[in-house]
């Protein structure tokens, strides 16, 4: 998995996901999205790099916004394959 970020002002990051997310690979995003939800308001993240996403993956990002003040956001996109 590779994690990459871009930042939109002040206030928005986009991270783009791409490989595989797993269960092995799933803390290291939660934890990268955490830190990026501490300092932006708006994190979108960006799977459309993503082989495969296990259930793993999706939980990281429900527990990542409840470890950061209720006004931070993060929002999945994706296409379909």
Same mark, same amino acid.
């Given at each position: 998995?590779?994690?990459?970020?871009?930042?939109?002002?002040?206030?928005?990051? %986009? !991270?783009?996901?791409?490989?595989? *997310?797993?269960? &092995?690979?799933?803390?290291? =995003? $939660?934890?990268?999205?955490?830190?990026?939800?501490?300092?932006?308001?708006? %994190? !979108?993240?960006?799977?459309?790099? *993503?082989?495969? &996403?296990?259930?793993?993956? =999706? $939980?990281?990002?429900?527990?990542?916004?409840?470890?950061?003040?209720?006004?931070?956001?993060?929002?999945?996109?994706?296409?379909?394959?």
């Amino acid at each position: 998995m590779d994690l990459q970020v871009a930042e939109h002002g002040p206030d928005a990051r %986009v !991270v783009t996901v791409t490989g595989e *997310v797993d269960a &092995l690979t799933a803390p290291q =995003l $939660g934890h990268f999205l955490t830190m990026q939800l501490t300092v932006a308001r708006l %994190v !979108v993240v960006n799977l459309d790099g *993503v082989r495969f &996403l296990a259930s793993a993956g =999706l $939980g990281c990002r429900e527990g990542s916004c409840h470890q950061v003040p209720s006004a931070a956001s993060a929002q999945l996109v994706g296409g379909s394959r």
